[in-house]
């Protein structure tokens, strides 16, 4: 019988989820690519893999932001959004530890969450994954950009039909024309074709494979032996990149766990379940590190802005590990939130004429956070983060790097690397910006980072800030004053900056704004008008949310 669909908010994105199972223990299924928890019910033999888990867990599904019953966002989601959801579906449930299910493309976010958040994961469970969806020598069984290309096409011109070939992901139901009817509508209900491309496209640029070490909870993994869509010896490497994983190989070629002999699936699972220890003595997780550093011994003026530092904090769900007057050490959730926060406070740092240093890294802390700056291993590394970083820029590793897709950032390379005592090579860093910000838009610099329509981008900027105290200007005379369709300007800035129209004329006219009130020679009301607010408290709101601090608080 299925369940009833309940809806939880993730910020201000509502998560559909629905619980049920007689169990003592919780079990939280992280569904592949796209889902639908009320169709996965019209499938009897996943509707039958279910209860079974039932009667040993209370089994929890959802359906990620922007696929199934979850609001569509346009905005692209990263793997700490996607981490998010995970933690609001078990608070709304009232789940304080669960075991972990990921599927396929689920196994990324459920490998990251138990890595971030080992305290509330009894133990991670995977079923056909992947760390990367790219090819690269040190990973050869990822597609190639051609392959993926396929893909892409397929996604576009065949979603959902016969042409998707979806029995690639069942062949032993390739010939049930009823179940493969329902698979089909199952994609087609999960998500549009342009919301299922722009998830396949992130999804090819996310990397795991930095983080599996870190996974400290017990692993159990499970594969097909000849599963089309993910070779076996992916797993196997997995695998062996994880400590105490439990790999197993059944044989078959579905890659959907609920065909085939789905028993042995199940009968595996069960096993693994009720053998787990429910309280592990695990006593690090994985966290996002960020240093700032400036030169206050050489001039007074460098002083860090503790007021600022403390001021933000909150927005981005951090805490101030250690600060003196040239150095603070801070730790974020995910790399996501750390970046955002290091943008926001380099951006004021220039403002006020300040030479700030942040760098930001990847790694196991302990448990208890304030313990974290006398760990040895960990000061040597943050030590190390002191040195490498650049004044006036943000660097971040190759780590930090690959689980940002989908987070609207301009990565480019930098001649710098970080060096670490765990790993016989350094790690890369990369210099980090905000497509968004003024620095960024209008530096010829930055615009040449990123990967194309450069000159396109800079014309829609011109175009912005001729109408800036033009309230009345928006998507519709932004695509008349460029000559292209609406449609056409909607994809191409997407592609461009991963914001749309109206997201980026805002955006623009929040970093005007900001600079105008920089020079103190406007007052809020003043600025607004200028900037194509007619409303200074609908500014002061929109102001307060881009940058963390009120327009007036700003101003002081």
Known sequence: MKPTTMYTKSGSINIAYQSFGSGTVDLVYIPGWVSNIDLMWAC???????????????VILFDK??????????????????MDDIRVVMDAVGSEKAFLFGHSEGGSVSALFAATYPQRTIALITFGIFAKRRYSPDYPWAPTDQERQKVYDMIEYCWGSGDMKLEDLAPSRAKDAEFMEWLAQYFRSGASPSAALVLTKMNTTVDILDILETIQVPVLMMQRVNDIDVKIEEGRFISNQIKNAKFIEMQGSDHLFWTGDNLEVLQTMRNFIQKAKYESAIHKRLTTVLTLKTNASKNEEEKLDK??????IEKFKGFIIYSDNEHAVLTFEGPSKAVHYGLSILDKAKLEGKNLAICIHMMLVPLILQSSWENVEV????????KQSLAKHILITNTVKNLLP???LSITASPYVLKSKKRKLALDLFKVSDPASYDSLSSENSLAALSFNESFLEDVIQC?????????????????????????????????????????????????????????????????????????????????????????????
């Open 464 to 556: 912005i800030d001729a109408n800036l105290n033009n309230e009345q200007f928006n998507l519709v005379a932004l695509s008349r004053e460029l000559a292209v369709s609406e449609r056409q300007l909607q994809r191409k800035l997407k592609a461009i900056s991963n914001k749309s129209p109206n997201q980026l004329i805002s955006s623009v006219r929040l970093h005007r704004a900001k600079e105008l009130l920089s020079t103190r020679k406007y007052g809020v009301s003043e600025t607004a008008f200028q900037t194509g607010f007619s409303n200074p408290s609908y500014f002061a709101k929109c102001f307060k949310k881009e940058f963390g601090i009120s327009p007036s608080s700003f101003l002081q």
């Open 406 to 408: 989908g987070a609207g």
């Open 44 to 58: 009897p033999s996943l509707a039958e893999f279910l209860e079974e888990l039932g009667k040993i867990c209370r």
């Open 307 to 312: 007021h600022a530092i403390h001021q933000l």
């Open 65 to 82: 932001r922007g696929t199934g019953l979850s609001d569509r966002v346009i905005e692209l989601s990263t793997l700490e959004d996607r």
């Open 379 to 386: 000061r040597q590394q943050i030590d190390e983060m002191f």
